[in-house]
């Protein structure tokens, strides 16, 4: 966290401003791309974001740690003993943990409902024991804890131009469409962590099962019939994609570049699903270094611009994502059923 940040931010007391350090790390190392764009918000949103994000990577770690050596009952408890954290230490000031303090700091500051958090954490137990879903409207009862919270958590430090509970149903879905990404580039280390989040309707509509899939992560063989169900799946997430879009034009013109540049990049890893022919299960998708250059300068001077005229009391353009970017283009899809 650079000091210009925290204070910029108000934050002084010592041990505050080295628990917002903390997260800091933790986006940096763990969120390349969310990292990015936080870096086109104006300097006194950052350490929110920061907190936010470090707060999820933090409970995301003691569920997913593939290094770790701790067994299911004691990640659970882990999580009860980061909740319990989160209980007492905003009411009583009582929490040792660094992350939960930044994040304790940064709800009261913002009144983000602290739900949104227990929804979270009640998702990443689930992680525990649930290693996969009959259908998407099970799996998005899932994805509200661990995906649609994170964007209501955000909205507050965003802000909106608008009645906040309009942009939230959006705000709601860009989070699941980041996390529906993430399933498809992870598909193959979830598999490892016992975990798949490709629905089982979806595979069955296609000819496969669970099996077939950990047959092809162990075989490293190919089948058409997974390239179908992923190539499925891709499409349903980008279909939620474009739910979420029209939100960024509701968010206060200072936070459009960093949400924006957000969306172009993380749903550019479809594209990068795609032109690597759907082979998630034997390798790692990522959007080619020249493109995320590209899309970080293209937003960097829409944040610039953005702030400029904030300054003067004007009006900033609202634009969407560029056409260049195909992840933007609408695409044919199937209606989206799961909540968010």
Same mark, same amino acid.
């Given at each position: ?106 709800? /009261? /500051?913002?009144?983000?409902?602290? /739900? ?18 009959? +259908? ?48 498809? $580039? ?13 629905? *089982? ?83 790692? +998708? ?20 953005? /702030? ?10 609202? *634009? ?8 933007? $283009? ?11």
């Amino acid at each position: 966290m650079t000091v210009r940040e925290l204070d910029a931010a108000g934050i002084h007391d010592p041990a505050l401003r080295a628990a917002y350090a903390r997260c800091r790390e933790l986006n940096a190392r763990h969120g390349k791309t969310y990292f990015l764009a936080t870096r086109l918000l104006p300097v006194d949103r950052r350490p929110a974001v920061h907190a936010l994000y470090g707060f999820a990577r933090w409970a995301d770690d003691i569920v997913d740690d593939l290094d770790s050596t701790a067994t299911p009952g004691e990640r659970g408890r882990a999580l009860l003993a980061l909740e319990a954290q989160l209980e007492a230490g905003p009411r009583r000031g009582q929490a040792t943990e660094p992350v939960i303090r930044a994040l304790a700091d940064t709800a /009261r /500051r913002y009144g983000i409902d602290r /739900r949104h958090f227990t929804d979270f954490l009640a998702s990443m137990r689930s992680d525990l024991t649930v290693g996969g879903y009959a +259908s998407y409207e099970e799996l998005g009862r899932y994805m509200h804890g661990s995906a649609a919270v994170i964007g209501l958590q955000m909205l507050p430090v965003l802000g909106t131009v608008g009645p906040r509970e309009e942009a939230a149903p959006h705000a709601a879905a860009l989070g699941v469409a980041f996390q529906l990404t993430n399933f498809l $580039r992870d598909v193959g280390e979830d598999l490892d962590r016992g975990r798949l989040y490709l629905p *089982a309707e979806l595979l069955a509509s296609h000819g496969v099962d669970r099996e077939r899939f950990e047959w092809s992560r162990r075989t490293g063989a190919r089948d058409a019939r997974i390239t179908d169900v992923l190539r499925a799946a891709a499409a349903r997430n980008r279909a939620v994609y474009l739910d979420a879009l029209p939100g960024i034009a509701m968010l206060a013109p200072v936070s459009r570049p960093c949400i924006r540049t957000a969306f172009v990049l993380y749903s550019g890893i479809l594209d990068a699903i795609e032109s690597d022919g759907y082979a998630v299960l034997h390798r790692r +998708s990522v959007v080619p270094r020249r493109r995320r250059a590209v899309v970080a300068l293209d937003g960097l001077v829409r944040a610039v611009a953005a /702030r400029a005229v904030s300054r003067t009391g004007g009006e900033v353009p609202v *634009a969407g994502p560029p056409c260049s970017s195909p992840s933007s $283009r609408p695409r044919e899809a199937p209606v989206r059923e799961e909540a968010v």
